[in-house]
């Protein structure tokens, strides 16, 4: 059933979505993570299923049941959420960033768990995960493909010049930017937003359900692909 009133227009046409947050692991038991409920990369999933796309949902850490129709790869670190987007991305039309990825992962990780014992407690010390978009981004420089690139942002402050700069910086034709804070964004139904172009429009999306968010990303990315 075609909800959105928009037809099949991404028949034929196969997306790749990444929702959810990663987790960087301390050891067995502990890790570092963020508040990603995975709502608005399923309403992604589930749109894009309903407007006859083959969709590959990447899903970190989500606790959501999965779209019908879609194919789930499930991953935990930034690591993995890298290969198997990278993977997924070698045959695909659009691939939209919704997940939160870690920009940090602990140097190491305790095959064992950490005991309390005596004493001042270790520090963390960390280091920096790949940027999937961004390499996403340096691909698509070189091959023309995936031929368009969504990425998402939360932002608590300078919400639009941040955006702007951010786009830039990971060669991304659309940025969906969001911003935190007022019970929206994080583990809500509803979303509000403004979605950056790199031909330097932007469209603003009024608070309301994440799918209604979701069909206006695809509409801009199918105006992109015909
Ligand atoms: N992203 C990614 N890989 C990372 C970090 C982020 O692919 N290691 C993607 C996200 O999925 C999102 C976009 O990049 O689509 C923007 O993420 P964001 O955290 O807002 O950007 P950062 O470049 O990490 O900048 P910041 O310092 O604001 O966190
Ligand atoms: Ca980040």
Known sequence: RVLSGRGLDLAG????????????????????G?????????ALARTAVARGAEVTLVSANVGLPD????????????????????????????????????????????????KKSSGEPEPVHLTKNPDVLAELGEIRRAAAFPRVLVGFAAETDDVLANGRAKLERKGCD??????????LAFG???????????????????????????????????????
Do not use: C
Request: no cysteine.
């Open 188 to 226: 809500t139904p509803d979303n509000a937003a403004v979605v950056l172009s790199a031909d330097g429009g932007s469209v603003e999306i009024p608070r309301g359900p994440k799918e209604d968010l979701a069909d206006v990303v695809w509409d801009l990315v199918v105006a992109r692909l015909s």
């Open 34 to 42: 963020n508040r990603s409920s995975g709502l608005q990369g399923y």
């Open 13 to 32: 046409r196969h997306v790749v979505v990444s929702a959810g947050g990663t987790r960087e692991a301390i050891d067995p038991v502990r890790f570092i």
């Open 174 to 183: 659309l940025l969906v930017v969001n911003q935190v804070g007022e019970n």
């Open 67 to 114: 779209p019908a129709g879609a194919k789930v790869v499930r991953v935990d670190s930034a690591r993995r959420l890298r290969e198997a987007v990278l993977s997924a991305a070698g045959h695909a039309d659009a691939v939209v960033m919704a997940a939160a990825v870690a920009d940090f992962r602990p140097v190491r990780q305790s095959d064992t768990k950490i």
